[in-house]
């Protein structure tokens, strides 16, 4: 084979074909690297588009949970066990719906851990969705409160009404005025008062329990500690003025029967005294 030497036609014809190949294989390196970068931003869109469709089914969602929340249906306080309850089953649906959150948050910062073009964006939309979980959190937890607050309220007044009432019909029985006519019958007043003084004694415990409740409920802060507690004086004020009418009736009857223990007597005696005048005007003196 000759050699070929440098300038000749055919050296130059292949220094041509390695400059071409040489060229040709950095274009295609170009383009190779062109189409990823295509790719990658075309990726990098389709995530954003689908982080920015979760973001709006996240909004959606936690926004009509928060107006469920923001109801006020505590004021009704009629079936306030089955509105708790509820409430409770509300509360597990949102609990339930954390990890969901969660996934987003994660996405959200890998996306920007890798410095994607929308960052800034995509920052935003997920302080924005931590707002509005964290709102819907505190707006629930609210409502739950509140549903407790109005059961304690409502448990407090119908104790407190069982109470006034049983007070109220206590009041009637030691109020009364009667005193018997006779020693008998003021014995059965006495006994059926002695009683009446047993039952009010095995229901002071009633109203021991009804003012730890009320000093629970002001101590806790409860938003009608004002209610509850003018609830409380006017109840413990009934209850200390059906004692002072038992003791004062009490004493009258101790009193009646005094009376007619004297009374007693002093027939007693007026009989016997009346026994030994006729057996002394008597004119029987015997044979």
Excluded: C
Excluded at 18 to 23: A, F, G, L, N, Y
Excluded at 106 to 135: C, P, V
Excluded at 210 to 235: F, M, S, Y
Aim: aromatic letters at 6%; charged letters at 35%; zero cysteines.
């Amino acid at each position: 084979m000759a050699e070929q030497t440098p300038g000749s036609p055919r050296q130059d014809s292949v220094d041509s074909i390695r400059v071409t190949r040489t060229e040709v294989l950095e274009r295609y390196e170009e383009f190779k690297d062109a189409a990823r970068k295509r790719k990658d931003k075309l990726e990098n869109a389709r995530k954003f588009q689908q982080f920015k469709r979760d973001a709006d089914e996240l909004e959606a969602w936690v926004n009509e949970k928060t107006r469920i929340a923001s109801d006020e249906s505590y004021k009704d306080r009629a079936n306030l066990q089955a509105k708790i309850q509820k409430h409770q089953a509300f509360e597990a649906e949102v609990a339930a719906h954390e990890n969901s959150i969660a996934s987003f948050q994660n996405t959200g910062k890998a996306m920007i851990a890798y410095n994607h073009f929308a960052r800034e964006a995509i920052q935003a939309r997920l302080d924005e969705i931590s707002s509005l979980w964290r709102s819907l959190l505190e707006t629930s937890g609210d409502k739950r409160q509140k549903l407790q607050d109005a059961q304690k309220r409502e448990e407090f007044m119908r104790e407190a009404d069982e109470v006034a009432a049983w007070i109220s019909d206590r009041k009637a029985v030691a109020s009364s005025d009667e005193m018997g006519k006779d020693l008998e019958y003021v014995e059965m007043l006495q006994k059926n008062f002695d009683d009446f003084l047993k039952d009010l004694q095995a229901n002071e415990a009633s109203i021991s329990s009804i003012n730890k409740l009320a000093e629970q409920l002001v101590e806790e802060n409860h938003p009608d500690a004002e209610l509850i507690g003018t609830r409380q004086e006017a109840l413990n004020q009934a209850w200390k003025d059906l004692k002072g009418l038992a003791q004062l009736r009490q004493e009258k009857l101790m009193g009646a029967h005094e009376i007619q223990k004297f009374n007693r007597e002093a027939d007693e005696t007026k009989s016997w005294m009346n026994e030994k005048d006729t057996a002394l005007m008597s004119d029987d003196y015997g044979r």
